[in-house]
């Protein structure tokens, strides 16, 4: 298998997005081609690409080849048009606000830009291109935070993350993937232990694929192993993603965040979301309003072929996100620098944090 070091799950070729297959991954390292907006709505449908940021520099680039295949030299024809292909990228995943954020960004500079279709579309690419290299800064900067925040004792941490928040669920590098990336870096980490995060495994099949390219030491547990690995001292802290952060704090990210949010509380464990701005919905109060996609049954019944419990007589319910609570949350390491989640509401307040 080809090894891919460093990770671009979301790369611009010419005329067309390469993206890893996620689907794939660990077993076959494969990329598949995208060169029309629906294909791209449909990899996103189906996780061919995931994870927030990464779902966002996808989206921005779906718009830009579905502007291009607009035939129209009509300026108010041609935003008609954009609109249909900008809800249809909306309509595929509700709870990463950064799909919705990178599709404004597009859409915004689509009304904003004058003269011609073709100059539209000229400047949509240029766009999405810079939508995808801001993200790898940003997410190094957020590495780079990190590391003035990390506890200082022990001199090697043992660090617990849930779901994938590397660099394959951002255009490059990752958030809560990141720091570690940055704490291996500087000499701050003695391994990871990456939960397998059922149903969809993106912790064993995704972070630990990561960890290997780049030499990390790394554990895989089962989800419900980290409380008594946090109970016997293994643990030092605990970092994740996030998919939307509701103004007071409350982040959403993969199901499974919350109860590690508890059971770290409950051992006296910090716990970080790293995230970037983008990934802050200031418009949303609290984490009650953030959607919570649900996904479909079969991922809980089914692994592979293989069918793991029966399947008539039974219900199966799969929501693919949670919510933490802000109090649960030590702070939110951003890439301007750490913030704890009370922090956030009294920024907002003096809505100051609505400008940056
Ligand atoms: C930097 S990614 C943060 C989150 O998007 C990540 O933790 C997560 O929950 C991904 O969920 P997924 O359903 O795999 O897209």
Known sequence: MAQANPV?????????VLLIDQTRLPNEYDSVEVHRSEEMAIAIETMIVRGAPAI????????????????????????TQLEQIAERLRATRPTAVNLFWAIDQMMKVAYYTEGSVDAIKTVLLETARTINADDIRTCQQIGDHSLSILPSTPAKLRILTHCNAGALATAGYGTALGVVRSAWTAERLERVYAD??????????????ECVQEGIPVTVITDNMAAHCMKI????????????????????????????????????IPFYVAAPLSTIDFAIADGAQIPIEERNPNEVYQIGDTILCPTTGVEFYNPAFDVTPAELITAIITEHGAIAPSELRDRLKAKSAIEI
């Open 233 to 268: 001292g293994m643990i030092d802290l605990v970092i994740v993603g996030a998919d939307r952060i509701a103004a007071n704090g409350d982040a959403a990210n993969k199901i499974g965040t919350y109860s590690l949010s508890l059971v770290a509380k409950a051992h006296n």
């Open 56 to 79: 966002g520099v996808a989206a921005a680039y779906g718009v830009y080849l579905g502007a291009r295949d607009i035939e129209t030299g009509d300026r108010a024809e041609f935003l």
């Open 8 to 16: 671009y799950p979301v790369i611009w070729q010419t005329d067309h």
């Open 196 to 209: 397998e995060t059922r149903p969809r495994l993106q912790g064993a099949k995704l972070t630990a694929w």
